[in-house]
């Protein structure tokens, strides 16, 4: 696999991979990420195809989906048992 590109974005890392005759686009945040697959075919030949693929709307779509994994991780946190946390060794 390899790094064929990059989209900018204000607030997410973008990358386009590509393996034999698949493209992976790669989305990341400081604690997510996302990856999306997409076989070369009619409507994907090339990097530029990949981009308009991972339009603004769709990238828009992502981030939604960012929000929704941190609720979730969150929601799971509050789940935990935090009694042990921030219980340090006693010294003597």
Same mark, same amino acid.
Request: net charge negative; aromatic share 12%.
């Given at each position: 696999?390899?790094?064929?590109?990059?989209?900018?974005?204000?607030?997410?890392?973008?990358?386009?991979?590509?393996?034999?005759?698949?493209?992976? +686009? #790669?989305?990341?945040?400081? %604690?997510?990420? /996302?990856?999306?697959? $997409?076989?070369?075919?009619?409507?994907?030949?090339? !990097? &530029?195809? +990949? #981009?308009?693929?991972?339009? %603004?709307?769709? /990238?828009?779509?992502? $981030?939604?989906?960012?929000?929704?994994?941190?609720? !979730? &991780?969150?929601?799971?946190?509050?789940?935990?048992?935090?009694?042990?946390?921030?219980?340090?060794?006693?010294?003597?």
């Amino acid at each position: 696999m390899r790094i064929e590109g990059y989209i900018e974005h204000p607030i997410m890392k973008i990358t386009i991979f590509k393996m034999d005759n698949k493209y992976s +686009v #790669k989305f990341e945040t400081q %604690l997510y990420e /996302q990856t999306f697959k $997409l076989r070369e075919g009619n409507l994907i030949q090339d !990097i &530029n195809d +990949v #981009k308009k693929w991972a339009n %603004l709307a769709f /990238q828009e779509k992502v $981030l939604e989906n960012f929000s929704k994994m941190h609720e !979730i &991780n969150m929601i799971n946190f509050s789940k935990m048992d935090t009694s042990l946390e921030d219980q340090f060794e006693e010294i003597i």
